[in-house]
């Protein structure tokens, strides 16, 4: 088992930034591909950003390319979203996922364990 715990979330201004963490513990982390996705209400969720386990191939959706960065850091078992020039239609629970795989999946049915998840509200 994995236990995933995001961080981070809160209330911030268009055009403003925010960072979130997903700190993981039960097994190795570096086993392990991450990723970020978001759920708005009324809305599916989607996909935001993947990384591999080696942190060296990384993915995004293109709603958040240029302004998002994922990033991992496989000593303190974290995955980060660095999110910059937020807008309101960034508002959303972010939550990041573990699958026990090398590479990248954009599909939450790839992914093997869920955190609970941050609320990040974007005002105009």
């Known amino acids: 088992q994995v236990q995933l715990v995001e961080s981070g979330g809160g209330l911030v201004q268009a055009g403003g930034s925010l960072r979130l963490s997903c700190a993981a513990s039960?097994?190795?982390?570096?086993?392990?591909?991450m990723g970020w996705f978001r759920q708005a209400p009324g809305k599916e969720r989607e996909f935001v950003a993947g990384?591999?386990?080696?942190?060296?191939?990384?993915s995004y959706a293109d709603s958040v390319t240029g302004r998002f960065t994922i990033s991992r850091d496989n000593a303190k078992s974290t995955v980060y979203l660095q999110m910059n020039s937020l807008k309101p239609e960034d508002t959303a629970v972010y939550l990041c996922?573990?699958?026990?795989?090398?590479?990248?999946?954009?599909?939450?049915?790839?992914?093997?364990?869920w955190g609970q998840g941050t609320q990040v509200t974007v005002s105009s």
């Open positions: 039960g097994r190795i982390f570096s086993d392990y591909a």
């Open positions: 996922a573990a699958r026990f795989r090398m590479f990248i999946a954009i599909t939450q049915n790839e992914y093997d364990y």
């Open positions: 990384i591999s386990r080696s942190g060296g191939s990384t």
